[in-house]
């Protein structure tokens, strides 16, 4: 089952869903002269062969090798055949888990596949709970967890990957996949029995138009054009067939070509008048009841709940059964920033999973109250949570003053009280058990250390960087263009308890070093709203993973979409750009603008010995890191790992550094059995 899952790096907290209408209508002037919006206009000119000459330039180049064209619910199958089982459902719904084995034992039992179709409740509805709201249903304009979790039900997409991250196209929509020898394109032949929810045909012209549409300038991309905007062109030569050019042999290509797909018919008209994609009347309309591709469609959207039904034509063709049936009649969203009173309802029934927080999981969810409906499970995911400063700010523009601010922060308290233990301290974007963290397998030998609190380091970085108490009134100020300013600045939170208890921890350890800060606890639209336009001195907030650490380059580039922070390092953007070039082809280590930098290169603790070696991939992300932990555009915190509370009826979820959706199969594992 093709439920589209984004690479696309996911947001937990900061970047997050609006709540309210899709968008505030334009007034039209009738007079004006409209100008003709040219679809794709930050493309170079590039003229399409013919197919036929296309075949022979490949022919001639060492030809197409075949790639994978799997189905993610036979590779999670084959996976679970070979694993012991450690408990029968029957012991894992008995069990309480409070240890790492009752763990392991209530994952294997409850997230196993069904053996017969026969055992599935096909009439089956699930309530999931999500904390933010819905700002927009077009696939294109996502960026929140929210928004990728419902794409990933009504979305239409060509490839998947699975819990390892390994990319493959998808079986329910794609019959061939094949990439050329010297890695400059790629071959789709997509499947002929493909609808919209409205009943038009899926195309490959679909695919050439998304790829357009996110190629548009005046298209507000907050996501999807990181990764597509490495293609040359995406041609769409008959209704199935398509293929994707690169603009250079990359390792990154294979995720440059997955991208988020519109039905051309319902869009191409109407772009013209309103580029945003959801000001005008029929993007209104397109918002509240949009034409989906993927297993679901959607029945009812409001603050409160999103409501989505199976589609029959979307495993039906013809008359005939043309991909599995999902298991679930009716998905609900149910929308509730209170993750205290979400709990509730989920020991009465009225929500089937939800994510927990650390201190639900500790406290609240080991009574009889909560098992008699429920059951828990844990995983490591790849989240990391942070305070993060605005480097254009005056207050956080000097790198001494956010390394003085990791050292004011009483880390300890956070893990072992806010966060009861249950977390580990995070040294930077890439997660510690990832491949891309500095450690012995890779050329970055001083592995970053967590901090710890030490207020005389802080005072003393913060007078290094002119930060002093100059009329005795108990708080810093400094002289910023020609006007002396109090060191007072405003955290933006989103308004959850959880969230707002651990900015208070930081206002009580940054008041006795002289330093005000207020705390502003927001909700999601305007929090939002606040970091894209770069409202704010600072925030706390967190970031999942996307599935190849290039995806990052979206966050942390020069002048990236959702480099909130605007940060930039010529060095960064450097080894972003090197990471993703093919090995071979990587400039040798005495050739990088690190190697120049021998103060960076020492702090890195990269070996003089390798000045004529090329940097492998892990190389390059983990030099990314250690600088970026270096520099702290962010105070990073903590890993946040996976917390779920799942209904006992509930069979069939596994867990990825993504959590337990955000990848394949994904969802589409997720059973109720017939009773």
Request: glycine residues 6%; contains cysteine; negative net charge.
């Amino acid at each position: 089952m093709p439920f589209r899952i984004s690479l696309r790096i996911a947001t937990i907290g900061l970047m997050v869903a609006v709540c309210c209408l899709p968008g505030c209508r334009r007034p039209v002037d009738p007079e004006a002269e409209e100008e003709t919006l040219v679809i794709g206009n930050l493309l170079a000119p590039f003229d399409p062969p013919a197919l036929e000459a296309l075949e022979k330039t490949v022919a001639d180049s060492g030809g197409w090798v075949d790639r994978d064209v799997l189905d993610g619910i036979a590779l999670l199958r084959e996976r679970q055949k070979g694993e012991p089982q450690l408990a029968t459902v029957e012991d894992a719904l008995k069990m309480k888990n409070d240890t790492d084995e009752e763990n392991d034992k209530i994952k294997d039992a409850m997230g196993r596949l069904w053996e017969s179709e026969d055992q599935i409740d096909y009439e089956a509805e699930i309530a999931r709970h999500t904390p933010q709201s819905l700002k927009n249903t077009n696939p294109l304009l996502g960026s929140s967890t929210t928004e990728f979790e419902v794409s990933s039900l009504t979305s239409f997409g060509l490839f998947g990957f699975d819990w390892n991250f390994k990319p493959f196209a998808s079986a329910d929509a794609v019959k061939t996949w094949q990439t050329s020898k010297n890695g400059m394109y790629e071959k789709v032949v997509m499947r002929d029995d493909l609808v919209w929810s409205d009943g038009t045909a899926i195309t490959a012209h679909d695919i050439e138009f998304s790829f357009k549409v996110i190629m548009t300038e005046q298209v507000p991309i907050p996501a999807m054009r990181t990764g597509t905007d490495k293609l040359a062109y995406v041609k769409a030569y008959d209704d199935t067939t398509l293929v994707f050019f690169h603009k250079e042999a990359l390792e990154t290509n294979v995720w440059n070509i997955n991208f988020g797909v519109i039905p051309k018919h319902v869009y191409e008209k109407s772009i013209q008048a309103d580029p945003t994609l959801v000001d005008s009347e029929h993007h209104v309309a397109m918002e509240e009841k949009p034409v989906t591709g993927g297993p679901y469609a959607f029945r009812s959207r409001s603050q409160t709940e999103i409501v989505l039904e199976r589609r029959d034509d979307y495993f039906m063709h013809n008359g005939k059964q043309v991909r599995d049936k999902p298991p679930f009649k009716t998905v609900r969203m149910r929308i509730n920033p209170d993750n205290s009173t979400a709990l509730l309802a989920m020991k009465v029934g009225d929500i089937d999973v939800m994510m927990l927080e650390a201190g639900q999981w500790s406290s609240e969810t080991n009574d009889a109250d909560f098992y008699a409906q429920n059951t828990k499970a844990r995983a490591i995911e790849w989240v990391t949570f942070s305070f993060q400063w605005n480097t254009k700010s005056p207050y956080f523009d000097d790198v001494r003053v956010r390394q003085a601010l990791g050292h004011a922060f009483d880390h300890k308290e956070l893990l072992e009280t806010l966060r009861y233990g249950r977390d580990e301290p995070c040294t930077g974007t890439f997660h510690k058990t990832s491949r891309w963290h500095p450690g012995p397998d890779n050329a970055v030998k001083n592995v970053p250390q967590p901090y710890h609190q030490n207020v005389e380091k802080a005072k003393q970085l913060l007078a290094d960087a002119g930060w002093t108490d100059t009329d005795g009134d108990g708080y810093l100020d400094k002289q910023i263009d020609g006007k002396t300013t109090k060191f007072e600045f405003t955290i933006l939170v989103r308004n959850q308890k959880e969230r707002v208890d651990i900015c208070e921890l930081l206002k009580e350890n940054l008041r006795p070093l002289g330093i005000v800060c207020n705390i502003r606890p927001l909700e999601s639209a305007t929090l939002q709203d606040k970091m894209l336009n770069k409202q704010f001195d600072a925030a706390y907030g967190g970031w999942g993973t996307g599935a190849d650490p290039d995806t990052s380059e979206n966050i942390w580039g020069t002048g990236q979409e959702r480099n909130y922070c605007s940060y930039s390092n010529p060095v960064v953007d450097e080894m972003f750009a090197q990471g993703r070039t093919l090995a071979d082809q990587r400039k040798l280590w005495k050739d990088l603008l690190l190697w120049k930098d021998e103060a960076t290169r020492k702090d890195l603790g990269i070996d003089e010995s390798l000045a004529n070696e090329r940097p492998t991939r892990e190389d390059c992300y983990a030099c990314i890191q250690a600088i970026l932990y270096r520099d702290q555009p962010y105070t990073w915190l903590y890993y946040r790992n996976s917390y779920y509370a799942f209904n006992k009826n509930l069979r069939g979820y596994t867990f990825s550094p993504r959590g337990p959706f955000g990848f394949s199969p994904g969802f589409s594992s997720v059973w109720t059995p017939q009773h």
